[in-house]
């Protein structure tokens, strides 16, 4: 019975896929790509940046006010 159904298969033709499905398939996965980079931007990226920087402006700023580096946890004695 299976065979019967790939005999009809294989005498079917096939219209050829129109000529604008690769350009509109380029369009949508670069839509698609273009948000998703950008919600990875700004929900991981840049609040990553933005911790890794004020970590060190706090540091800067304890250093100037204090003269001395802040401690951190299991670092070398300063």
Not at 22 to 39: I, T, Y
Not at 56 to 76: K, N, S
Request: hydrophobic share 45%.
């Amino acid at each position: 019975m299976a065979s019967d159904l790939f005999e009809q298969l294989a005498q079917l033709e096939v219209p050829p896929p129109p000529a604008e499905l690769n350009q509109q398939v380029h369009e949508r996965v670069n839509r698609s790509l273009l948000v998703l980079h950008l919600l990875d931007l700004g929900l991981r990226a840049l609040p990553w940046a933005m911790w890794q920087l004020s970590q060190a402006l706090v540091a800067g700023v304890i250093r100037t006010a204090l003269g001395r580096w802040p401690d951190r946890p299991g670092g070398p004695p300063q």
